[in-house]
């Protein structure tokens, strides 16, 4: 679809992909809601882009924010939390904050705000997932299992819906502040963390170009794939490279 003159709206809009995904889709004509936490962020973000600005928790606001959001055409539900150690060290609270985020709030916005797409017959919605979700990683389950319900309900929602389109975009590691945010900074050596500019620019595609899913960077397929192909050798690779 075009998104000149379209309404998108933005979850995790206050800084990292979600900051860039609002560039890139300014640069599209799109006329943007930004929501997010920190106002002080997203105002910054807003005067860089022209957005609309609703400050909002989405562990327990997402029907204030769907109502404030009035009709959408793009949905891009961006806005997610991390945590990273064993579970047998993992808070419940925690537990609780990335079910919320990750995958609750997603399925809830897109129940409120699907009816107006499929009644106008044309709209858009995408889900920023991870690689996490699709291969899994260790010390990061319950993420990697939020990340993972996001992809397969995208993917039955896509059976669902006809005239509105659905994408995942799948991200490795990004250069964003999430790694601090989660309690644990990112220090493995390989692979590099990529900027978050690139994968604003594969939601942006995935939009234009109806695409299901786009991986950031292309190769993170060879592992998913892989996994689901002969999971025995994924096993044994992962143990042994990580």
């Known amino acids: 679809m075009r998104l000149s003159g379209a309404r998108v709206l933005i979850t995790g809009a206050s800084s990292g ?9 300014a640069r599209a004509g799109a006329r943007l809601v930004l929501a997010g936490r920190d106002r002080r962020r997203l105002d910054a973000v807003a005067a860089e882009t022209g957005g609309r600005v609703i400050a909002v928790d989405l562990t327990w606001d997402v029907a204030r924010l769907a109502s404030r959001a009035g009709p959408v055409d793009v949905l891009v539900s961006n806005a997610g939390a991390g ?12 537990v609780d904050r990335l079910a ?22 044309c709209g858009h919605v995408v889900f920023v997932s991870s690689i996490a979700g699709a291969v899994g990683v260790r010390e990061e389950a319950v993420y990697s299992a939020t990340k993972a319900g996001l992809i397969v309900f ?18 490795g590691v990004v250069d964003t502040p999430f790694f601090a945010r989660r309690g644990r900074p990112y220090a493995r050596r390989w692979p590099r963390p990529v900027p978050p500019e690139r994968v604003a620019r594969a939601v942006v595609a995935a939009v234009e170009r109806d695409r299901a899913e786009c991986y950031v960077p292309c190769w993170l397929r060879l592992p998913s794939r892989l996994r689901g192909a002969a999971p025995g050798v994924f096993r044994s690779l992962s143990g042994r490279f990580g």
């Open 154 to 171: 995208a993917e039955g929602l896509r059976q669902e819906v006809r005239g509105v389109g659905v994408s995942v975009v799948l991200p």
């Open 17 to 25: 992909i979600g900051a860039a995904t609002a560039r890139e889709m």
């Open 100 to 121: 919320a985020v990750n995958l609750t709030a997603p399925i809830q916005l897109t129940r409120l705000l699907l009816p107006g797409m499929v009644e106008r017959g």
């Open 83 to 94: 945590w990273a150690g064993p579970l047998t060290r993992m808070p419940g609270k925690a």
